[in-house]
């Protein structure tokens, strides 16, 4: 079992930024990839970022491509969101989960936090 606590979420101005973080209690053996999702009310859960602990690759939802920014720090335990030129329509809860394998769906994703509110008003 491992815990994972999301943290930076707020409210901001369209065009501005915010970073996220999530912390994992611990590392467990297996699961080496780290993502982000969001879901606005109404809406499904979406695939926002992906990493891999080692940081060898990463992936990017195409609608936060060039705003959006993923990175961890493995000593931390520790994994960030950087985002920038914030939209009225990144307004989600976001959330931080952990995976065994590389990819985008919601299923793979064992281990989820509880999310964070990012609302970004206009």
């Known amino acids: 079992q491992v815990h994972l606590v999301e943290s930076g979420g707020g409210l901001v101005q369209a065009g501005g930024s915010l970073r996220l973080a999530c912390a994992a209690s611990?590392?467990?053996?297996?699961?080496?990839?780290m993502g982000w999702f969001r879901q606005a009310p109404g809406k499904e859960r979406e695939f926002v970022a992906a990493?891999?602990?080692?940081?060898?690759?990463?992936n990017l939802a195409d609608s936060v491509k060039g705003r959006f920014a993923i990175s961890r720090d493995s000593a931390k335990n520790t994994v960030y969101l950087q985002m920038n030129s914030l939209k009225p329509e990144d307004t989600a809860v976001y959330y931080c989960?952990?995976?065994?394998?590389?990819?985008?769906?919601?299923?793979?994703?064992?281990?989820w936090g509880q999310g964070t509110q990012v609302t970004v008003s206009s």
């Open positions: 989960a952990s995976a065994r394998s590389f990819g985008t769906s919601k299923d793979v994703y064992d281990y």
């Open positions: 611990r590392r467990t053996v297996g699961y080496y990839v």
């Open positions: 990493i891999t602990w080692s940081g060898s690759r990463t």
